[in-house]
């Protein structure tokens, strides 16, 4: 199971952060990602992190803007969002996957196996 949460009401400029709490089989998951997904469009890539390899993956759109980490401990990721705009309003979902082979299977989401429930992130102008 996958628990989102942190969404809520910003001004453009502001900041955020998104948690996500892997439980159960799930918490075993290497890979954990965000994905959002904006009124009248389709669900699209944010962000990924590969605990065991250390790697990062981002969309262009929020490189410089947003990071992504995890506390393993906690079975915890987190997406730290910086300098929000409008057109980051939508539903943020969390994801996971025990393994995703390619660097550019990271950003598909037919990839992640476990979805977690969305949060709503809004950023007024």
């Known amino acids: 199971q996958l628990q989102a949460s942190g969404g809520g009401l910003v001004q453009a400029g502001d900041s955020l952060r998104l948690s996500c709490t892997a439980s159960g089989r799930t918490s075993s998951s290497n890979i954990m990602g965000w994905f959002r997904q904006a009124p009248g469009k389709e669900r699209e890539f944010v962000a990924a992190?590969?605990?065991?390899?250390?790697?990062?993956y981002y969309a262009d759109f929020v490189k410089g803007r947003f990071t992504i980490s995890r506390e393993n401990d906690k079975n915890t990721v987190y997406l730290q969002m910086n300098s929000q705009k409008p057109e980051d309003t939508a539903v943020y979902y969390c994801?996971?996957?025990?393994?995703?082979?390619?660097?550019?299977?990271?950003?598909?989401?037919?990839?992640?196996?476990?979805w977690g429930q969305g949060t709503l992130v809004t950023v007024s102008s």
């Open positions: 992190i590969n605990w065991s390899a250390g790697t990062t």
């Open positions: 994801a996971a996957a025990k393994q995703i082979i390619g660097s550019a299977n990271y950003y598909r989401m037919s990839r992640y196996t476990y």
